[in-house]
């Protein structure tokens, strides 16, 4: 059974649209972390979170906002959606530094 | 700041082979650790192998080693025995010990065929 899943693996947005992307953990980690693949950029680091009600601003954060609710989720929050946050997203937890990562959800934004 | 280069975008050998891709990392910090993951094609990713910094000798697990070269910061992937099922893109990446942020390289495609 995963422990990380992603919800929704597909997502269609208009631009100006609002997006969130659902993240669940069941691994109990207290650390969790948003990035996005791009061609050439490999994974960057958007938001992570230390644990429930914390959340920190990662490497490219403008654009977006994040949630940590409960330990098991983490949300990632497209306010404004725009073309350029078209990419592939992936969420993980983390343990003694290795990471888990879910399965990804893929955003097009139009 | 930390950075990781992975300057090889693609590599192709052919099945039983040994590969070895390349990883050049820099950092600040005394004490950190140093991964591999491996995305498949289906857009999966998973952890690898690791290297703690303070660690002389190279982790090893399966047919995946490291050759960790700390005085050229460098921290190649050496895969023996390439099997058809090794084609996946290959990430390097680090931490400070007792950080958060993990940096990831852009990654070096593997091709194996038989």
């Known amino acids: 059974e995963a422990a990380v899943t992603q919800s929704p693996r597909n997502k269609v947005a208009v631009t100006g649209g609002k997006v969130t992307l659902s993240c669940n953990q069941t691994n109990n980690h207290n650390n969790m972390y948003w990035y996005r693949q791009d061609t050439g950029h490999g994974l960057r680091l958007i938001h992570y979170s230390y644990g429930a009600g914390s959340t920190e601003k990662g490497d490219i954060p403008d654009g977006y906002k994040a949630s940590r609710p409960s330990q098991e989720n983490f949300s990632l929050i497209l306010e404004l959606a725009t073309p350029s946050q078209t990419s592939v997203y992936f969420c993980?937890?983390?343990?003694?530094?290795?990471?888990?990562f879910g399965p990804g959800t893929r955003l097009t934004v139009l | 700041a930390q950075k990781v280069t992975q300057t090889q975008t693609s590599i192709s050998v052919m099945e039983k082979t040994t590969v070895t891709m390349d990883c050049v990392y820099e950092t600040q910090d005394s004490s950190y650790f140093l991964f591999w993951y491996k995305q498949t094609a289906s857009g999966e990713i998973v952890f690898l192998i690791r290297?703690?910094?303070?660690?002389?000798e190279n982790a090893t697990v399966g047919h995946y080693s490291l050759n960790f070269q700390k005085p050229k910061s460098s921290i190649g992937l050496i895969i023996t025995a390439t099997q058809i099922e090794d084609s996946a893109v290959y990430f390097c990446a680090m931490t400070r010990t007792g950080g958060y942020k993990v940096v990831f390289g852009s990654g070096t495609r593997l091709l194996v065929s038989p």
């Open positions: 290297q703690d910094s303070y660690k002389k």
């Open positions: 993980a937890s983390e343990d003694r530094a290795e990471q888990f």
